[in-house]
C-alpha cells in the first residue's frame, strides 16, 4: 500500500507539473497531457520500485521498515554517565559513511552532524542529546532529519542513519530502546 501511495502521489505531482510545462511549450494541451503523464507515470514508478527495493535491503539489516519517514527519531537508556554515553556516541556517528560533527557541546550532553550528500538525500543533520537520569543511567535521544526540511522521501537512508546509531551505542555501552518514531 505504501508503495502504491508513493507511485501515486510521485508520480500525479510530477505528471501535473510536466502537463502544465508541455502544454505551453507545444501550444498544445493535449500533448502536454499526454507528455506529461507518461513521465509522471514512469517517475511514480522509478519512487515505488527504488523504495521498495531499498526497504528489501533495510529488512536484510533487520530493520524494521514500517516506518521509513526521512525524520526519525529515537531514546534509549543506557547503563553509562553522560560523558560515556557522549564519546560512545560520537564515535557512533562517525560510523555513518560521510559523516562530520559540526558541534560537540560537553557541557549541554549535545551533538550535532551532518552527513553529506548522496545520491538517496541531500544529506542528513544528526542530533544526539543526553540527559543523566541516576547515577550511572542516561537517557539518549537521537534524531535524523533532512537537511532540506521540504525532503518527504529519503528511502530510508534517516532510518538507516539512527538504527546504526543505536546498534553501536547498544553494541559499546548495556542499554535499552525506550520509544521510537
Known amino acids: 500500500m505504501k508503495y502504491i501511495r508513493l507511485f501515486l502521489l510521485s508520480g500525479l505531482f510530477l505528471g501535473v507539473c510536466m502537463t502544465i510545462v508541455y502544454s505551453f511549450q507545444f501550444g498544445d494541451f493535449y500533448i502536454g497531457l499526454i507528455t506529461g503523464l507518461t513521465l509522471g507515470f514512469f517517475f511514480g514508478l522509478f ?3 527504488f523504495s521498495y527495493y531499498s526497504d528489501q535491503k533495510l529488512k536484510k539489516k533487520g530493520i524494521d521498515t514500517a516506518n521509513t519517514s526521512p525524520r526519525q527519531s529515537r531514546k534509549m537508556s543506557v547503563d553509562a554517565t553522560v560523558s560515556e554515553a557522549i564519546a560512545v556516541s560520537e564515535k557512533a556517528i562517525l560510523s555513518l559513511n560521510r559523516s562530520v560533527i559540526k558541534d560537540k557541546d560537553l557541557t549541554a550532553g549535545t551533538i550535532k552532524a551532518k ?3 548522496t545520491w538517496k538525500s541531500f544529506g ?4 544526539i542529546s543526553t540527559q543523566s537520569s541516576g547515577e550511572s543511567q542516561t537517557l539518549i535521544e537521537i534524531k535524523s532529519s533532512p537537511f532540506m526540511p521540504t525532503n518527504v ?5 534517516g532510518l538507516d542513519n539512527v538504527e546504526t546509531i543505536v546498534n553501536y551505542i547498544k553494541s559499546n555501552l548495556n542499554g535499552e530502546v525506550l520509544a521510537g518514531s
Open 47 to 49: 519512487n515505488a520500485g
Open 115 to 117: 552527513t553529506k550528500i
Open 124 to 127: 542528513e543533520v544528526i542530533k
Open 153 to 157: 522521501i529519503d528511502y530510508g537512508k
